[in-house]
């Protein structure tokens, strides 16, 4: 029976051992701290539970969240309502369902702090803080914290976008986004449980002015913050010329979730891309039994990544600037798609779809202009109509005896 070591018990991590587990491979996962409450996130969009339906069981501690409070600068407040809810959970919940599911599967947990890596052989040996372990194969999937910086993705402060917030114990029923002209990101708060993560994240800016500004906003609506616990951390958010030289896998290795670069550069969101990177590197683990060399699995499992998701998340680095500093001639595009999104269908969907995960970012760009080209539209021939009465009342002013045929040619 081969032998797989995986460390880190987030979701890659967890669903990456779940998967080779199943397959038949002796699995160990390791991690110093398992199940442990995330500042950030936490929200599960449409796609991940559509491609795990186990996220959406009722049974497990999450919300369904189907309201989303959407602010730019001087756009006034809207709200979106979901078709399809975002699924809030505890990042702890979420981390103990999934490492539930790998003990499930007879994956081997240890609660252990890996200290180093290297290659024995045709495998691995870990030293761990009491002990030592082999393993054929390793999978990183230690976050963003990656403390092997010569395995996994490498990237720089270019290449991650801040995140620093609070948790507060605030109840709410629905998700608040806040955009700003200044920054290449957004302020949220998300409903967890029995607390609110309030925090705001992005790239362009400073984290005194980050924090400045999320702090005013909570101010502004009287959510108290002051002694409240604060988080700072770095997500990645790989600029487009990194893609295409990330670093994923090499000899006898694969990198999974944060660790390999796998977020959003645009949103931030990680989690599905954390658990189906799992998937997929289990996928490419379980091919290389057939194969002699490790050459094949870095190979395998660098397309299966590439043809699943990563040229959408190369795409959504290319937009991510664009979408939110680019100008549109009258604000940005948050703020112009907040202002029509009040008289126009088309913009009102994109929303929802854009929050709740169910719009891919190859047609993005093209629904934006589209709808956006719709709604200038509308406004030009509303303007011309409206024109046109009054052109058309002067005229009737101006001739009160014409007989109505001759009115008409006036028209």
């Known amino acids: 029976m081969r032998s797989v070591a995986v460390i880190g018990g987030g979701p890659a991590g967890a669903m990456v051992a779940e ?13 110093e701290k398992l199940a442990w409450e995330k500042p950030c996130g936490g929200g599960v969009t449409q796609k991940a539970y559509l491609q795990f339906p186990f996220l959406s069981d009722l049974s497990k501690p999450h919300a369904a969240i189907a309201r989303c409070q959407l602010r730019a600068d001087e756009a006034k407040p809207y709200q979106v309502s979901l078709q399809h809810p975002v699924l809030i959970y505890s990042r702890k919940e979420l981390n103990q369902l999934l490492l539930d599911r790998a003990t499930s599967a007879g994956v081997h947990l240890e609660q252990t702090r890996v200290t180093s890596v290297e290659r024995s052989g045709a495998g691995w040996r870990l030293q761990c803080k009491k002990s030592s372990l082999e393993a054929d194969y390793l999978i990183l999937a230690t976050g963003a914290r990656n403390p092997f910086r010569r395995l996994g993705t ?9 995140a620093i917030g ?4 605030v109840a709410s029923s629905q998700i608040d986004l806040q955009f700003f002209s200044w920054l290449q990101g957004y302020l949220w708060l998300f409903p967890r449980g029995d607390h609110i993560s309030a925090g705001i994240c992005g790239k362009g800016a400073s984290h005194g002015q980050m924090r400045a500004a999320l ?3 909570l101010d502004d609506r009287g959510i108290a913050w002051e002694g409240a616990a604060f988080f700072a951390h770095l997500i990645p958010a790989l600029e487009t010329r990194h893609w295409q030289q990330n670093r994923v896998a090499g000899d006898g290795w694969l990198a999974v979730g944060d660790a390999a670069g796998l ?31 490790d050459a094949s699995l870095e190979a395998h499992y660098t397309k299966l990544l590439r043809d699943d998701f990563v040229e959408e998340l190369e795409l959504a680095a290319k937009l991510a600037r664009v979408f939110y500093l680019g100008e549109t001639g009258l604000g940005t595009v948050p703020q112009r ?23 891919n970012y190859s047609g993005l760009r093209s629904r934006v202009s589209e709808s956006l080209h719709a709604r200038v539209l509308s406004t030009i021939l509303k303007y011309l109509r409206g024109s ?23 028209r």
Not at 264 to 289: C, H, K, N
Not at 337 to 359: C, E, K, P, T, W
Request: aromatic letters at 8%.
């Open 19 to 31: 998967c080779l587990s199943r397959q038949g491979f002796q699995v160990r996962l390791l991690d």
């Open 154 to 162: 490498e990237w720089d402060s270019s290449n991650a976008m801040l």
């Open 166 to 169: 609070y948790y507060l114990p």
């Open 215 to 217: 702090e005013r906003y």
């Open 263 to 293: 977020v959003d550069p645009l949103t931030g969101e990680g989690i599905y891309y954390a658990m189906r990177s799992g998937e997929l590197a289990a996928q490419a683990v379980v091919g290389s039994r057939t194969r002699s060399d």
């Open 337 to 359: 798609m907040i202002q029509f999104a009040r008289h126009n269908s088309r913009i009102r969907q994109l929303l929802q779809d854009l929050v709740s995960g169910a719009q």
């Open 388 to 410: 046109y009465a009054r052109l058309e009342s002067a005229a009737n002013d101006d001739h009160p005896q014409l007989p109505p045929d001759e009115a008409a040619e006036l």
